[in-house]
């Protein structure tokens, strides 16, 4: 059974109801711990506490004809509601199509004191059988699994500030993981045999974050008609969202914050399920850069009906065994939510809601403006951090956002008066 993801109303419950929605949806039937300080004193090192991070649902989600309800961590208001109504929008087009490639990692080996960097590389690339069975020598499970070394491919640099060198990338493919771990003792073991083939000296040994055999794609169709909003016509929306995307191609300074909202919805998504969001970001940007100018990681068109399609493209190196992926009990639960069976479906769905998060920006930039939505969100926090609680949080926030005035000591002092009458 297709379950709907479609959730009318999961905002107005409190948060113990939602999650007793989405424990039926995703049928979670253990309790969903957070991470004890007995378990992050294992994870890393001079433990002394936990830094916690709303969890939040997004809702709406349809990817490759499959219903998703989406966990995000993050600290900023918005990007949850925002991920949910552009979901909305998709799915009345039929919902997000996905695809991604093999789980190819790059290990990367630099091979320095080359007479000839280019014999070197001929006499590599022609030993590449050598290297990468010694590579698979290293994690008979992944290679049990289908995974393991592929193929090896050798650049020469020809002008570093050290002269010149050669650069071998073993390709790798992980499966299930995110792979750092594997492909750096994968590189480790192959450097002495490298050295002995390209007679060089091998310095470092370690992944390539611009996992670019390891992409992403999501795509999806906006109908015109569903984007018109107050007094703005579907049509005009549209042409609106393609400009706007037209200034993240032509402009460096543009594209930065294009790609950070993209990366909002990502992050939100590489966080609850225990990835590495540092990997990710490094790899999004490096490949926003590969064609020597910065820009946009999406496009936005207008097909033959006029309606608004947009697609995402970006390398997307995440796992869902080993590292905190297993051992984080919210990453397991967010894990057990998105209900993915594999690492591609994962990066199929985190492409797709980095591709929801990047519409909901730009819709609103072009059209009424990010500002509105954001005060309400922001009168929330502003009520709650003058103390208030329960239904005095709604009251005071109609008031904040009526009075235009979101400010701390107008928070209070309607907090007062509603106290007061009590
Ligand atoms: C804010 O976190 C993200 C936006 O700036 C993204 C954008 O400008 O496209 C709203």
Redo the contacts with the bound molecule.
Sequence with gaps: MNKSSRIAGLYKLGPAERLDVVRAFAGLEEEVEGLSLERADRMIENVIGIHGLPLGIATNFTINSRDYLIPMAIE?PSVVAGASYAARLVRSGGGFQAHSDEPRMIGQIQVLDLVDPWTARFDLLAAKERVIALANEQDPVIVGLGGGAKDLEARVITNSPVGQMLIVHLIYDCRDAMGANTVNTACEAVALLIEEITGGRVNLRILSNLADHRLARARCTVPASTLERDGFSGPKVVQGIIEAYAMAAADPYRAA??N??IM?GIDAVVIATGNDWRAIEAGAHAYAARSGRYTSLSTWARNEDGDLVGTLELPLAVGMVGGATKVHPMAQAALKVLGVRSARELAEVIASVGLAQ?LA??RA?SAEG?QRGHMALHARQIAMAAGATGSEVDTIVDRLVRERAIRLDRAKKILAELQDQK
């Design positions: 900023e914050t294009h950070k909202g909002n990047n920006a730009i930039l990010i």
